[in-house]
């Protein structure tokens, strides 16, 4: 019997009806496998994975394979957005037999959890080979199955270890983290490493603080140039806005076409501070649309921000988006189909399957002429919408805590610079949803859907990006409970998840446990739950001015310090919040009537050094910290600007402000 047809996952309800009597993650599934002595299947996977959909076509829906399955195994499927703690653990138990990792994720366990053999996608003849071979070994070779298992144990709770060396995150390891980066950049494609090439989000946003530190220009040209080149590429969607997963050549022509929210909210904050810091118009550009794709495309109607659009259209990758020159013509008329031809490197050969291209930017429309900019603007509407006569593709419409959480602090770094009000009012939406159905009795739940909170409790990442993010919406209202909301999370996470030595687990003391507690350092898709918690803490304590904060985050940064000096491309958000750490962060207030554009606001914004934070507000305004004691100077707007609480003298004109956070 296929238990799926309940769940809150879009990915689990993809299987609801497949012949394998698969099972949801609960304890029911492996009392079933210890009653029938029989082997667990762990398959984990998520809604907008292609490579999950093949697998699922070609083995999970054909009866033959369920059959088998249903006979020798227990089969669970697991969403790994819902339950990242499950696939931390059985994804490092698949790289350390493996040596590589991926989804789909085939997972065999004992009824205990235990895996003894892991790998990723298996082509249905090797899969049904596989089945037999896993059914036949756990008959007559069960001793030797048990020994693998806990061989395989013991080699994932060394990977996952707490209480190794620590060290201070210093200027020394942030300059070494950033020459490290210079030496792997790719100087022809930009970003790092060659094909399969992801978004380098984090590491970018480290060489922009680091470059604003220092004044390094390799590290504005490593992050200026990779942006631009991103932007300009296939994995870039050229009509609609918002970033693919990755791109499967080392030059970002061909993405691999899901589009994920945390990476669009990450690059969000990457184009936004690039901007920032330069005046970059393609930066500006590519920031306001992705802005406007996580919020028209992404939007839920509760408020939130869904996961992700799905890799794939009915089953064929790219459907949606690729394009030949007849198509434009078709869509466009002779002469402007020619031109969009141009305009997008669409050729006769393509770039893609059958001929087909996916749209890049060939040529510069930032700084064209009016008329050429006019005419690109009605190219791209015009293409949007026969585009959106196509199939599109689905949409996995669960809201997760930690990429909502990122989001919102994306949407408030842009609305910092542009006051817009669009990016403001969904970044408060998403906060409420956030705050008013994610936390329950006091606790943070990972996921919901429709409206509907999920069972799965929130994990380390969870707690650090909702509350960096409620941190973010203190700043942009001036509302204490934003900043009250963000302490208890942090309270939460010093109490349950802390690990000895000042590290964190990524998962609490009362969570289920699993074969082993995760806790990975290291940021790769998204922020670790270690970097995250940080991130959150230092905010906090520059916020409030309570310094056990501070402490804990300089606690934790020095047990992550040992790995950027040596993997800088997996250590991207520590870097990024070590560099916050060592400029100060500065604590800007501006005491003001009117915070909404006042040009000391603005100036704050606009110059900040990097990670700081600023309020502005009435003269003791109530719940926020850093208005406290700070009136007016001459009964004008004034600006405070202090560095770990050593403020200098208070300030009324742009200029002076200017120039006192010019002096690090």
Known sequence: MNRLADATSPYLLQHADNPVDWWPWCAEAFAEAKRRDVPVIISVGYAACHWCHVMAH????????????????????????ERPDVDAVYMTATQAMTGQGGWPMTVFATPDGTPFFCGTYFPRPNFVRLLQSVATAWRDQRDAVITQ???????????????????????????????????????????????????PHMNLLFLLRHHQRT?????????????????????????????????????????????????NALLLRTYTQLWRLTGDPLAARVAAETAAFMI???????????????????????????????????ALGEDDGRFAADLFAVTEQGTFEHGTSVLRLARD?????????????????????????????????????????????????????????????????I??????????????????????????????????????????????????????????????ALERFAAP????????????????????PTDNATPSGRSAIVAALVAYAALTGETRYRKAAEAALSTVAPIVGRHARFTGYAATVGEA?????????????????????????????????????????AGVPLLADRPMVDGRPTAYACRGFVCERPVTTVEDLVGQLGRR
């Open 296 to 330: 028209d495309d992404l939007g839920t109607p509760e408020g939130g921000l869904a996961s992700a659009l799905d890799a794939d259209t009915e089953g064929v990758e790219g459907l949606t988006y690729s394009w030949t020159p007849a198509q434009l013509v078709e």
């Open 581 to 621: 750490l060592l400029s100060g962060p500065y604590e800007i207030a501006v005491v003001t009537d009117e915070p909404t554009g006042d040009p000391l606001v603005a100036a704050a914004h606009r110059h900040a050094p990097p990670g700081a934070v600023i309020v502005a507000g009435r003269p003791g305004q």
């Open 501 to 520: 030595g000042g590290g964190f687990y990524d998962t609490a003391d009362d969570a289920e446990r699993l074969v082993t507690r995760p806790a990975d």
């Open 431 to 492: 906060g409420e949803v956030l705050a008013e159905r994610h936390i329950v009795d006091g606790r943070l739940r990972r996921v919901s859907r429709a409206g509907v909170v999920g069972e799965p409790a929130g994990v380390l990442e969870d707690h650090g990006c909702v509350a960096e993010a409620f941190c973010a919406l203190h700043q942009l209202t001036g509302e204490g409970r934003w900043l009250t909301l963000a302490g208890r999370l942090l309270d939460v």
């Open 365 to 429: 429309v930032d700084d064209a002429a009016p008329e050429v900019a006019a005419r690109w603007e009605r190219i791209r509407a015009r293409l949007r919408e026969v585009r959106d006569t196509r199939p599109q593709p689905a949409r996995d419409d669960k809201v997760v805590a930690s990429w909502n959480g990122l989001a919102v602090t994306a949407l408030v770094e842009h609305t910092a610079l542009t006051g817009d009000p669009v990016t403001a009012a969904a970044a408060i939406r």
């Open 215 to 263: 004044g390094s220009a390799r590290s504005l040209e490593v992050a200026r140039h990779t942006c631009e080149a991103m932007a300009r590429g296939g994995i870039y969607d050229q009509l609609a806005g918002g970033f693919a997963r990755y791109s499967v050549d080392a030059h970002w022509t061909v993405p691999h076409f899901e589009k994920m929210l945390y990476d």
């Open 58 to 81: 070609e083995s999970f829906e054909n009866e033959q394979v369920g059959a088998l399955m249903n006979d020798d195994f227990v089969s669970i499927k697991v969403d790994r957005e």
């Open 149 to 199: 298992g806990a061989a395989v144990v013991e080699a994932i709770g060394g990977a996952q270890a707490v209480g190794g060396p620590t060290a201070p995150l210093d200027a020394a390891l942030l300059d070494a983290a950033a020459e490290q980066l210079g030496r792997e950049y790719d100087e022809v494609n930009g970003g790092f490493g060659g094909a399969p090439k992801f978004p």
